[in-house]
Structure formats: C-alpha cells, structure tokens
C-alpha cells in the first residue's frame, strides 16, 4: 500500500525514510549515475526539509518498494532554483505542487507497482487541493504520459545534463487525471493512506 508522510506523523516512519534515502542512493547513483551528494549509504539533498511530503510504497516488512517527494512550488523548490533558465516563462505558484526523485525500487519493477504509483500521485494531489503538478522529466517519457491522456503542458525547453534529454512539465489535476490510471491499469479503489497514529490508517480519497 502507499503512505503518506508529512510533518505531523513523520515521527511513525523513522526506519522508512531511512530505508527510502537508501533505495534512491542505489536508484539515482548506483544504477543512473546522477552526480548527486552520498551520505551514510543515502541520497539526501536540500529539498528534504521538515516540511517535505512523501508517498512511500510500504511492502512486506515495511520495505521501501517506490516513492515521491513533493514541495509546494510556493516555497523552495527543485524546478525554480535548478531548471529556471530552461522555463519559458516563470511558474504561477498558486495550486501548484512539485513531485521529484521518484523510484521504484528493483526488486519491484515486474509488479503493478508503478500503475499503481501514479494512481496514488493523483489520490495525493486531489486529496491536498492541488491544480497543477509540477515535474522534470526524462524526455522518452513524455510520450508515454501523453498516451495516457493527462492534460499536460511543456513549460521548458528540453536540456540536458550529458546523460539524458529532460524536459519541465505542468499537469493538471483533476478527478479526470486520477481516472485514466485507474481504468488504464485497471484499478477499481483508492490506494493512498494516511496514518496519524499506530494502528490508525485512514484513505486519503473515500472513492
């Protein structure tokens, strides 16, 4: 299943986050050679702040399968600091929410997990009042979004970083956006939660 961690119950998931900076140091640096920061065996940066959000895929165990990272663009965020000279024009805060480092972990990539995962993105979006997602994506990708219907804009010029093609892009978030993954991965209930406290986890959308 998949959770949601912010401030107010970021204290129920200690071993978590650990275990998800740990998938994303073999993810990003391991296997895609980012140049990123190496702390301790994990990947952490400076967008991993006290009021960051995430949506963890939990396994059996509590083992960290998949995960997003999410800031308000109205405050620090990767697209405004990083990929600002590559925007066509600058982004409207208001409504808008950032996602970045997204994974699947590899012992997870022959399940349904990232159907699944996008489909917990859009519960996540809804259930904070969101317009807009914001994302930088790996430009091979775009078609494969663009084939499941969302509405989404370019909002930069591709560039690149010697390794791969990126591009800046604006989804919007509706009740629309959440029902292509369901009915294109054949998901039929919600599949996000929220835990406030032990043994208390709640859907984040009723339906």
């Known amino acids: 299943m998949f959770y949601v961690i912010d401030p107010d119950n970021r204290h129920l ?17 391991d296997e895609r050679g980012w140049d990123l920061k190496e702390t301790n065996g994990l990947e952490i940066d400076q967008y991993d702040l006290p009021q960051t959000e995430y949506v963890l895929a939990l396994a059996e165990g509590d083992r960290v399968h998949g995960g997003m990272r999410y800031l308000p663009l109205a405050g620090p965020n990767m697209t405004d600091d990083l990929f600002a000279d590559h925007l066509y024009k600058p982004l409207a805060p208001e409504g808008a929410i950032e996602a970045t480092r997204g994974f699947v972990a590899k012992v997870a990539r022959q399940s349904n997990l990232w159907g699944l995962g996008l489909c917990a993105k859009f519960e996540y979006l809804l259930w904070k009042g969101a317009e807009r997602l914001i994302e930088t994506i790996d ?9 499941v219907g969302w509405d989404i804009e370019l909002t930069s010029r591709p560039f690149s970083d010697g390794k791969a093609t990126y591009v800046c892009i604006s989804t919007k978030v509706d009740g629309k956006a959440l029902d292509l993954p369901r009915r294109k991965f054949g998901i039929t209930s919600p599949v996000l939660y929220r835990v406030s406290e032990p043994g208390a986890a709640s859907r984040c959308l009723a339906a």
């Open 13 to 29: 998931y200690g071993e978590q986050l650990e275990d998800m900076h740990r998938v994303r140091k073999s993810v990003f640096i």
């Open 139 to 147: 430009i091979t990708l775009l078609p494969v979004l663009l084939e």
